[in-house]
């Protein structure tokens, strides 16, 4: 097996779980050994990203929080009768972080596995971010020039996110696992990032301000272009 392709993999592990230590030991040929640790998982994964662009904002937005999801309604519409048991909750860690850049960059995980095709995850995750900046920016008077607010294309213009979930029984749409599609999520991963990121922009007026002027300009330049 490629020593690179290994190396890779196990990069990615110890970003998604911040403190584990992994080492990869080569014992072929010369032999060399690398020793993988991220203290600071997901968050310095984006930063990592973003080391050859500009960033907006200086450090990057981590959110982490857990959630029981609401009890799934059963077919016909009845509700289960209530459990003394508490659901095990689905964790949420999401690190962002907005560059100069046009392009968006959103990596997706479902229990440490990189979902390619995005999906119940990603849905939340656009949706919450369409409704705090359109919230944060008509509150503070910010829309002035687009009339019609952000689209969640003007909004992730240049970030760099990587959502990573924990769900003790997730469910995908083939075997390679490369989209999640387990409905409570969206609703879990929603909610968690609105709060949360929302509450930062209250707690970072200037953090916040820069970066939903750059997502403006996102919006009077694909205005522009329209009109052109």
């Known amino acids: 097996i490629q020593y690179d392709i290994l190396a890779s993999r196990l990069r990615e592990l110890s970003f998604l779980n911040a403190g584990f230590v992994i080492t990869l030991t080569d014992e072929r040929g010369e032999g060399r050994t690398e020793t993988f640790e991220y203290q600071g998982g997901i968050r310095e994964f984006v930063e990592l990203l973003n080391k050859n662009k500009e960033p907006v904002h200086e450090h990057v937005v981590n959110i982490l929080a857990e959630q029981i999801p609401e009890k799934q309604q ?58 705090v900046f359109n919230n944060y920016g008509t509150s503070q008077n910010l829309f002035k020039e687009v009339k019609n607010g952000l689209t969640g294309e003007d909004i992730r213009e240049g970030l760099t996110a990587v959502i990573s979930v924990k769900h003790p029984d997730p469910s995908f749409d083939s075997q390679t696992k490369s989209k999640l599609v387990s409905s409570e999520v969206k609703t879990v991963v929603e909610q968690i990032v609105n709060d949360k990121l929302s509450q930062f922009f209250e707690e970072n007026p200037g953090t916040a301000r820069k970066i939903v002027e750059k997502t403006i300009m996102a919006a009077k330049a694909r205005d522009a272009a329209r009109k052109a």
Do not use: M
């Open 74 to 131: 059963l077919e016909g519409g009845s509700v289960p009768p209530p459990s003394d048991q508490p659901g095990t909750p689905i964790i949420v860690e999401v690190a962002l972080q907005w560059n100069s850049s046009y392009s968006e960059q959103i990596f997706c995980y479902t229990n440490n596995i990189h979902n390619r095709d995005g999906g119940t995850h990603l849905t939340g995750f656009k949706t919450a971010l369409t409704r």
